[in-house]
């Protein structure tokens, strides 16, 4: 079992930048494919960004592309997400978890999720 702790959200202005981390812990990181999913108030959980047990494949919703990046760093077992460019319908809570199998955009075909972290951009 892989435990996540997501962190880095705040408050920001529209058009700005935050990086998200998500640090993790009990399991073999390395081998493990991630994705980072967002919900905002009153919405459905929503994939954003997935990334490969090593980095070299990443995929992202239409909505975040060319905007977020996705990262990671297998020594440090954290996963990251870089934000750019932020918009106010970017604001929500942003969870990362470890990928089972499946298709990569079904939060059903996630296990171990984070506690969350809450984003929220300004007008």
């Known amino acids: 079992q892989v435990q996540l702790v997501e962190s880095g959200g705040g408050l920001v202005q529209a058009g700005g930048s935050l990086r998200l981390s998500c640090a993790a812990s009990?399991?073999?990181?390395?081998?493990?494919?991630m994705g980072w999913y967002r919900q905002a108030p009153g919405k459905e959980l929503e994939f954003v960004a997935f990334?490969?047990?090593?980095?070299?494949?990443?995929y992202y919703a239409e909505s975040v592309k060319g905007r977020f990046t996705i990262s990671r760093d297998n020594a440090k077992n954290t996963v990251y997400l870089q934000m750019n460019s932020l918009k106010p319908e970017d604001t929500a809570v942003y969870y990362c978890a470890t990928y089972n199998s499946g298709v990569y955009y079904y939060a059903e075909n996630f296990g171990s999720w984070g506690q969350g972290t809450q984003v929220t951009v300004s007008s």
């Open positions: 990334i490969d047990w090593s980095g070299g494949v990443t």
């Open positions: 009990g399991s073999i990181f390395s081998f493990n494919p």
